[in-house]
């Protein structure tokens, strides 16, 4: 693993783009994992400039996300599925019938998550997955729990992830209780993984997650056991 400490959030989001943006030009049909967060965001806004300037083009990326909102459908502005349109899919050439976010209005939850499995398969896995982590050791929403579920699955949201999240939302009880995520199966899968974050909160818990024991009390802990895992994180 690979932990690189970085001066500020604008060096995260260079570094993170980066490597990106290298992977996006090694491999042009690459399946990229993304994550929503305020953290991306900076990551994304320097593949928008990127782009702009010719330097990386998405046409032929497949893109995978993390998770969603259970209940939220792609028009609400606090979908996930928005997030990603208004944050990065509008702004690249990236061909938006590549790009995947889980369902959160599915009529059938169990069968959505074994849909979203079985993509992630027929795509042949996630070549990079990018990650920010919650304050309590979440990664997509995962949250802290008994045992690491490989599928992807329904799950209640922590007290502490709706609270961290009410800064999304009109207030805190707007925010879903429950949502649809990636499991540990296809991010431990991918080949690469990218674990952004930022603030003294995110430098705690990361120490926790990388040095102390595999659990899933805290979900990143795993990330120990992943052959190809980077860290770019910053205090500030
Ligand atoms: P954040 O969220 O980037 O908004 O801090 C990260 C996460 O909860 O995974």
Known sequence: ?????????????????????????????????LATGSTPIGTYKKLIQWYNEGKVDFSEVMSINLDE???????????????MNHNLFEHININIAKTFVPDGMAKNGEEAC???DERIKNAGGIDLQLLGIGNNGHIGFNE??????????????EES????????FRSEEEVPKAAI?????????????????????????IKKAMEGPVTPKIPASILQLHS??????SEE
Not at 1 to 6: P, Q, T
Not at 144 to 157: A, G, K
Not at 228 to 233: E, K, L, S
């Open 181 to 205: 995520t990636m499991g540990m199966g296809g991010i431990m899968r991918a080949k690469k993984v990218l674990l952004i974050a930022n603030g003294a909160q995110k430098a705690a818990i």
């Open 114 to 116: 074994s849909l979203y």
């Open 144 to 157: 802290p729990s008994d045992c690491f579920l490989e599928c992807t699955h329904i799950v209640e949201l």
């Open 69 to 83: 909102y259970i209940g939220l459908d792609g028009s609400s502005e606090q979908s996930y599925r928005y997030f």
């Open 228 to 233: 190809d895992c980077t860290i770019i994180y």
């Open 1 to 33: 693993m690979r932990v690189i400490k970085v001066e500020n959030y604008n060096e995260v989001s260079e570094r993170a783009a980066a490597m990106i943006a290298s992977q996006v030009i090694l491999q042009p049909d690459c399946v990229l994992g």
């Open 161 to 168: 992830t709706i609270a961290a999240n009410a800064r999304f």
